[in-house]
Nanobody, 119 residues
Framework: QVQLTESGGDSVQAGGHLRLSCVTS????????MGWFRQAPGKEREEIAL??????TYGDSVKGRFTIFKDYGKKSLLLQMTALKPEDTAMYYC??????????????WGQGTRVTVSL
């Protein structure tokens, strides 16, 4: 059984940084696509960053500020967020797929961790 558990969300001031973590269980971690998404109140879910083997992709709104990477020892997917802006305020979700990122199909989702950025 695959489970994804996010942590690291917090309230920070604009310009600050956070690191989100998604601990995985099951056999999902190493091979296929994993990613981070976010959803702000009243808005659609937004794809933030994906990682597929050694390939990463980023949404335009976070490119250059956020970095997605894996900690293989801890079987965790991480998202390092820097230069945070109020518009980064959202619930952040970790997702995992049994396919490569080109499919954009995700089979497993975490419960989310909240990030709030204030001026």
């Amino acid at each position: 059984q695959v489970q994804l558990t996010e942590s690291g969300g917090d309230s920070v001031q604009a310009g600050g940084h956070l690191r989100l973590s998604c601990v995985t269980s099951g056999d999902i971690f190493t091979k296929y696509c994993m990613g981070w998404f976010r959803q702000a109140p009243g808005k659609e879910r937004e794809e933030i960053a994906l990682i597929d083997a050694d390939t990463t992709t980023y949404g335009d709104s976070v490119k250059g500020r956020f970095t997605i990477f894996k900690d293989y020892g801890k079987k965790s997917l991480l998202l390092q967020m820097t230069a945070l802006k109020p518009e980064d305020t959202a619930m952040y979700y970790c997702a995992a797929s049994r396919a490569y990122c080109s499919s954009r199909q995700f089979d497993y989702w975490g419960q989310g961790t909240r990030v709030t950025v204030s001026l």
